[in-house]
């Protein structure tokens, strides 16, 4: 490519910075705040893009009509998202983080079906702005004027923000809240409406973000998925709440998206590099750079990194003898499950999705509730396994017992060479960077036409002929079951402990001599052997593997499994796995508007229970347990008084008789 194309695609990437810039600041914004991890910002910049469309195409025959309708664009989703503050996320403030994640991620699945439902599955090309519709003369190359304007936007929106944030009493709350949300409670001002305020003013970033590209690309329902990774990565690398900082991570991601397409294909000491491939991973290969050297991100504080002592829990208690009981009836009851086919023949199939779906939810549950490390890309070593097998097979011709066997030890390199990175970092960061390391496996996966079929896959991956009918059911049955006890029983060793202990207080685990680095270190690679152990038994279920398997979309199901079921509790992902599948599985029969009803149960579910479906029944028994327990103590006492009442009575008598003799 020549300098004037190289410098073109210099001032593409500005133009893409500002409208990056834009869904990014609000997002910091938001989560500075009300430190709520907004997994639907990207359902408000799709908002924006159809609300534009609608707007403009009918008022937008002149410029004045033309802007006018993107700014009303943008306002009608800044109202939009208050109101889902005020009606849904203002009662879940007070629940653990990652449930309003999950809350969040059911509001995606409802936003995308009401936008289907009201803009329908085509996609809508807005018209061009009027009056920008020309080019200018870029060294004898034609440039778009509407990106020229763009490229300002960006800027001029930092300024506003700038002078909105420091020079009004609003932007002195909200900077105020950012560092002290309980000081700013106990000075009397009212947090509720600052909160809805700054949701309404971020949720209006992301809508004008939308809305000024709606004359460079078309509204389509798949924007809400692709624009929120982007956002996270521009929010992390600039610093959680540094405003700033996302305006300079978002020139920096998009100018190197930029170069990687200016560059192209290029031959480098004779061999053939393709850039151009580069722009599917680069911003994530460029967050993992700044994360392991700069965990707080380029412009964030070092206290945004520190890991956070999280309130102990209570300690586990091996099982009562009524649970193992339910447990064992369980087990029986899918044993004979096949035998059923005559009156239930979809029931084993999806019983045998469940028991995949709920190792590999159990895996994650491993690393999240007893090691505290939150992972945003565990499907990474779902996807490893599944091609470590697949691969094993197809590649190297060795027999499927073989395949399956060591598959998972692909998944474990994997955790081994990524872990070590990971539990340097807590929180937030630690999730993006495991986001990141499962972008680039995925990456990788997707382009390697020649050794994992690209995005057609691999074919073709069977059971050996012995596991034919039943009898694959009851193996991926039998290791399910074995996995299961194997990780309970390694949470009830010294190991589980001193996971427990580094999760709960890293600083006393070290006093006590416990390497918490180390610990959380294997524990990852563990998770990810059962990970990859799922992913293996999944693929030769399906006889086919996609780099969908280890999709963005694969990590959140995960989560949702563990957070649905319950975080605090050893069963709540199995019961999460089983209650998502049965879900998903029924909804998607019963509508084309499948999406919205499984969000909307999943809201009543996260409303209902905001311990998880198993752990807000534990609750409650323990409660009931309790209450029973306070009721015998209190007959045990009115009986022992009575019985003291009655022997005073005949110490009495016995007194009054001897007196008398």
């Given amino acids: 490519m020549d300098f004037t194309g190289f410098l073109a695609q210099l001032l593409n990437g500005l133009a893409e910075a500002s409208s990056l810039f834009l869904v990014a600041a609000g997002l910091s914004l938001i989560f500075g705040v009300t430190r709520i991890v907004n997994f639907a910002h990207g359902s408000l910049y799709m908002l924006g893009v159809y609300a534009a469309y609608s707007v403009v195409e009918h008022i937008g025959g002149t410029a004045l009509g033309f802007w006018f309708g993107l700014v009303a664009a943008a306002v009608l989703v800044g109202v ?35 936008t289907l439902w009201i803009w329908g599955a085509e996609d809508l ?6 009056g920008l519709t020309g080019a ?12 020229l304007v763009l490229i300002l936007i960006g800027p001029v929106v930092l300024g506003l923000l700038w002078l909105l944030l420091t020079r009004t009493r609003w932007g002195t709350l909200v900077r105020a809240a950012t560092q002290d949300r309980e000081m700013l409670g106990a000075l ?19 809508g004008l973000g939308g809305a000024v590209q709606l004359p460079r690309e078309p509204a389509s329902l798949g924007l809400d998925l692709r624009v929120i990774g982007d956002a996270f990565v521009v929010v992390v690398v600039g610093g959680m709440g540094s405003i700033p900082g996302a305006y300079v991570a978002a020139l920096i991601i998009a100018e190197l998206k930029a170069l990687c397409i200016g560059l192209g294909n290029m031959t480098i000491l004779g061999i053939d590099v393709s850039f151009s491939k580069l722009t599917l991973v680069v911003e994530f290969l460029f967050m993992a750079l700044v994360l392991v050297f700069r965990p707080w991100g380029l412009f964030g504080r070092p206290q945004g990194a520190s890991r956070n002592s999280a309130p102990a829990e209570a300690p586990l208690r091996p099982s009562s003898g009524a649970f193992r009981v339910f447990a064992l ?21 999806l019983a045998q999705d469940i028991l995949i779906a709920a190792l590999f939810a159990l895996s994650l549950h491993f690393i999240m509730g007893p090691g505290g490390m939150h992972s945003f890309g565990h499907a990474a070593y779902f996807g490893l396994g599944a091609y470590g097998a697949a691969l094993l097979l197809k590649a190297a011709s060795l027999p499927m017992e073989l395949a399956l066997a060591f598959a998972p030890l692909a998944a474990a390199a994997g955790a081994l060479v990524f872990g070590w990175f990971c539990v340097r970092l807590s929180g937030v960061y630690l999730a993006m ?3 990141a390391f499962s972008q680039i496996v995925w990456s990788v996966v997707f382009q390697w036409d020649d050794f994992t079929g690209g995005s057609n896959g691999l074919i073709g991956v069977w059971p050996a002929d012995w ?3 039943n009898a694959y059911y009851y193996l991926v049955l039998a290791l399910a079951a074995l996995s299961m006890l194997v990780l309970r029983r390694i949470l009830f060793a010294p190991f589980g402990y001193a996971l427990r202990a580094g999760r709960d207080s890293m600083l006393r685990a070290d006093a006590i001599g416990i390497d918490v680095k180390r610990v959380q270190w294997a524990a990852f690679v563990l998770a990810g052997v059962f990970a990859g152990l799922a992913g293996s038994l999944f693929v030769f279920s399906k006889g086919s593997i996609s780099p969908d398997a280890m999709a963005v979309g694969k990590s959140v199901d995960g989560l949702v499994m563990v957070l649905l079921g319950g975080i605090q509790t050893l069963v709540g992902p199995v019961v999460g796995a089983a209650a998502f599948n049965v879900l998903q599985d029924y909804v998607m029969r019963l509508t084309e508007y499948w999406r919205a009803l499984l969000g909307g149960v999943i809201l009543l579910l996260v409303l209902a229970f905001p311990q998880g479906i198993a752990g807000s029944f534990r609750q409650l028994w323990q409660r009931v347990s309790r209450r029973d327990g306070h009721r015998r103590d209190g007959h045990r006492r009115d009986g022992n008084r009575r019985d003291g009442n009655r022997r005073d009575g005949n110490h009495g008598i016995a007194v009054r008789e001897e007196k008398q003799a």
Wanted: positive net charge; without cysteine.
């Fill in 80 to 114: 939009f998202g208050a109101l889902v503050e005020i009606v849904l996320l203002r009662r879940i403030y007070r629940a653990p983080e990652l449930f309003q994640l999950l809350a969040t991620f059911a509001l995606v699945l409802v936003i995308n079906d009401a």
């Fill in 188 to 206: 009397g001002v009212n947090q509720a409406w600052l909160f809805t305020g700054v949701f309404a003013l971020g949720a209006m970033l992301a």
């Fill in 433 to 435: 960077l495991t986001l």
């Fill in 136 to 147: 200018i003369d870029l060294l004898g190359r034609q440039y778009p004027v509407y990106n």
């Fill in 125 to 130: 090309l807005g018209r061009r702005a009027p």
């Fill in 467 to 469: 596991l034919s009918g």
């Fill in 329 to 349: 009836a369980v087990l029986a009851a899918l044993a004979v499950l096949p035998l059923l086919d005559t009156w239930l023949p979809y029931a084993p199939v």
